[in-house]
């Protein structure tokens, strides 16, 4: 999928804004390194940064790091495959802010990781739960079917119990690890639905001509209203994994 970083920024802040949450949880002091695994545009590799800890940031997208490295030139970027990260026993931690439930082969995801990171090294870490978006995916189905288009969810979106047990597969142990209802308003009134569509069912919306892509963003709204339109704004139907994980030391 291409994201498109200006639509990201402008429309969607809401991701990073929920993400500084978990920076909390994170030691961000001078001697620490830190990479950020689908960072972005940068915001939150940056919050991660600013008490001295040494922090590399890597996307999958270009467009989104050529905006990272414009928006903060004093930090690392890299375009980088979080499957197939290039580093091993590197890092004290690995953040990640609603990035996994993009990410199908999670095996490899969580293995990577692991290599990733020293011994007793954190994964701190928060994306899509069971359950996440599913007014929205629904009503879109529904209004893509109508076009005779079958739409498969690109998303994984997994139980704490499921993760859990993929974790403890991985090499990880678990101290924190639960799901929970995040209701979130999405920016612009009316448009907003509309906008979200757009940035994240990007690839399926491809397959449309511009008339047809303009039916289903409508037929979808319709869908949604009497769910998720609630005192003149969009809310979307938003259900999270949150993690925090230890690399588990390796026996000699």
């Known amino acids: 999928m291409k994201w498109n970083s200006n639509l990201y920024d402008n429309k969607h802040s809401f991701v990073a804004e929920y993400g500084k949450a978990m920076?909390?949880?994170v030691n961000t002091q001078k001697g620490q390194k830190i990479l950020d695994v689908g960072c972005g545009t940068g915001i939150l590799t940056n919050e991660l940064a600013k008490n001295g800890a040494a922090v590399i940031g890597t996307d999958s997208s270009k467009d989104m790091i050529d905006a990272a490295k414009s928006n903060y030139p004093h930090l690392i970027f890299q375009v980088q495959d979080a499957t197939n990260l290039p580093y091993k026993n590197e890092f004290d931690t690995v953040f990640s802010n609603a990035v996994f439930h993009w990410i199908q082969n999670q095996e490899k995801l969580l293995h990577s990781i692991h290599n990733s990171l020293g011994n007793n090294g954190m994964l701190i870490c928060e994306f899509g739960a069971k359950n996440n978006i599913s007014q929205i995916q629904t009503a879109f189905e529904e209004a893509a079917g109508q076009k005779r288009y079958?739409?498969?969810?690109?998303?994984f979106f997994p139980s704490k119990e499921e993760y859990k047990l993929l974790l403890e597969q991985a090499g990880f142990e678990v101290k924190h690890i639960i799901e929970y209802d995040r209701p979130t308003p999405l920016a612009d009134g009316e448009k907003g639905l509309y906008n979200w569509i757009c940035q994240f069912f990007a690839g399926d919306l491809l397959n449309f001509s511009n008339e047809e892509k303009e039916e289903i963003l409508l037929e979808t709204e319709r869908l949604?209203?009497?769910?998720?339109?609630?005192s003149g704004q969009w809310i979307a139907d938003y259900r999270r994994i949150q993690v925090i994980a230890v690399r588990k030391v390796k026996k000699e």
Not at 150 to 155: L, W
């Open 23 to 25: 920076i909390d949880f």
């Open 150 to 155: 079958i739409y498969c969810s690109p998303f």
């Open 224 to 230: 949604c209203r009497n769910s998720i339109w609630k």
